[in-house]
């Protein structure tokens, strides 16, 4: 049964009950449980994950799902510039959150994987909200079943540490290590943008190198510009299966100043917007927006720069070769 785009699940307008009122789910939209039987209606699932057990400095993104959650009702429907309007292209829900377990990290990752397995079983397609940065490992052990995957990954680090305290491997620092040696990354096809601030040693950047990644330091980023290195970033992912991880420290703390490991000198929140905007038509199978810590959000400003680009990555991920519509 093919649906008609009047069946699509609709936002609830903010003239018809205002914005600030009502029960906050992502951008409005209708709450699908993954055992509710419309699940099998959804093609792009807006999911939280309240996870910071992976933190190693400022705490608190598990309070991000929430808070991204009640910002988010500030959004309307249609982009500015390209005009989508997602509500229109694509079955999009909001699939709630992923029940981790604050206390336990194995448990919590393996979680996160069997929640995101189950969303891919029924054709739903992820855009997560975080929680730390680790959850992308988990979500991408559902992810790259059929093999790597390329990234695209704005950061103001690389993630790609080895390990911290003395041989611990998992934390919001060393997922994309995690998840290449995993093979879940073609390092070959990922992209990190944005990379600044004090280091350790700068291992973490050499064994990224020494892998294929390619990484744009931010002097680069800001010296060539964001149309041409997210020309790069098209061509380094070419047409494949591609994730896409949007670490809210990539933008500058002027403008994102809630989250745990902020660096000043990035981009300003009109650039954040803009290379999202570059991965228009590209293969992407999911997205994170993380990092947002609402405990140092005091305005909840940086919740609303992540929402924005969560809208951002949502438009971009209806035109995306992997989002024909499953029942269409
Ligand atoms: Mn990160
Ligand atoms: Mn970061």
Not at 122 to 133: E, I, Y
Not at 258 to 267: C, L, M, V
Not at 290 to 297: G, I, L, Q, R
Request: aromatic share 8%; hydrophobic share 40%; proline share 7%.
């Amino acid at each position: 049964m093919a649906l008609s785009d009047t069946d699509f699940f609709q936002p609830i307008s903010g003239a018809e009950l205002p914005r600030f009122s009502g029960v906050p789910t992502f951008m409005r939209l209708p709450h699908v449980a993954l055992d509710d039987e419309k699940i099998a209606e959804v093609d792009i699932g807006i999911v939280g994950v309240p996870w910071d057990g992976g933190t190693t400095n400022r705490p608190g993104p598990r309070h991000g799902p929430r808070q991204l959650r009640d910002l988010s009702t500030m959004i309307r429907v249609r982009h500015p510039v390209s005009k989508i309007n997602p509500f229109e292209a694509l079955n999009c829900a909001d699939v709630g959150d992923v029940a981790i377990n604050p206390a336990g990290l194995d448990d919590s990752m393996g979680r996160v994987t069997s929640f995101f397995e189950k969303m891919m079983a029924s054709g739903v397609r992820p855009l997560t909200g975080g929680g730390d940065h680790m959850i992308s490992l988990p979500i991408l052990r559902a992810l790259a079943k059929d093999g790597p995957l390329g990234m695209v990954h704005f950061d103001a680090h690389t993630d790609l540490f080895d390990d911290y305290f003395g041989g611990f491997k998992y934390t919001h620092g060393t997922p994309f290590r995690r998840a290449i040696e995993e093979g879940l990354l073609d390092p070959k096809r990922v992209i990190q943008i944005g990379i600044r601030g004090t280091q350790y040693d700068g291992e973490d950047i050499e064994w990224g190198r020494a892998q294929g990644v390619t990484i744009i330091e931010i002097d680069e980023f800001f010296e060539r510009g964001v149309k041409d290195v997210m020309a790069q970033a098209r061509e380094v992912v070419g047409s494949d299966p591609t994730y896409i991880s949007y670490d809210i420290d990539f933008v500058d703390p002027a403008y994102a100043p809630g989250t745990g490991t902020p660096e000043i000198g990035g981009p300003n929140t009109f650039q954040a917007q803009q290379v999202v905007r570059h991965l228009e038509g590209l293969n992407i199978v999911g997205a994170d927006l993380v990092e947002v810590s609402p405990p140092f959000d005091a305005s909840g400003g940086t919740a609303w720069v992540g929402v924005s680009l969560m809208f951002e990555l949502l438009c971009v991920m209806t035109t995306s070769p992997a989002h024909v519509r499953k029942m269409g």
